[in-house]
């Protein structure tokens, strides 16, 4: 349906910022609810943020909300995510996810990227 790319992980030291992109391609990017997730290791992949269509609709998880930002540019077929504050337990692979259905659950995003890593250093 789309194919998903991430960039912009790397190391960071706590309280630091990083803005993580995703690039699509295939189907036509502004049909799709897009969403960002990220998974520690021996943790189960959780919800990070999701924006609707248009922009319109943003929700961010309690454990981000207020130090990352979830935005979209529909004509540059491109996902983003803004990380301010960041903390050492944020340290996880990132992945950008695809859904023609609002939902905070990764089973209901059948197209994924291949995620990159955060580090956040104490």
């Known amino acids: 349906q789309v194919q998903l790319v991430e960039s912009g992980g790397g190391l960071v030291q706590a309280g630091g910022s990083l803005r993580l992109s995703c690039a699509a391609s295939?189907?036509?990017?502004?049909?799709?609810?897009m969403g960002w997730f990220r998974q520690a290791p021996g943790k189960e992949r959780e919800f990070v943020a999701a924006?609707?269509?248009?922009?319109?609709?943003?929700l961010h998880a309690d454990s981000v909300q207020g130090r990352f930002t979830i935005s979209r540019d529909n004509a540059k077929n491109t996902l983003y995510l803004q990380m301010n504050s960041l903390k050492p337990e944020d340290t996880a692979v990132y992945y950008c996810?695809?859904?023609?259905?609002?939902?905070?659950?990764?089973?209901?995003?059948?197209?994924w990227g291949q995620g990159t890593q955060v580090t956040v250093s104490s």
């Open positions: 996810a695809a859904t023609n259905r609002w939902s905070t659950m990764p089973t209901m995003y059948p197209d």
């Open positions: 924006i609707s269509r248009d922009s319109s609709s943003l």
């Open positions: 295939g189907r036509t990017f502004s049909n799709y609810v």
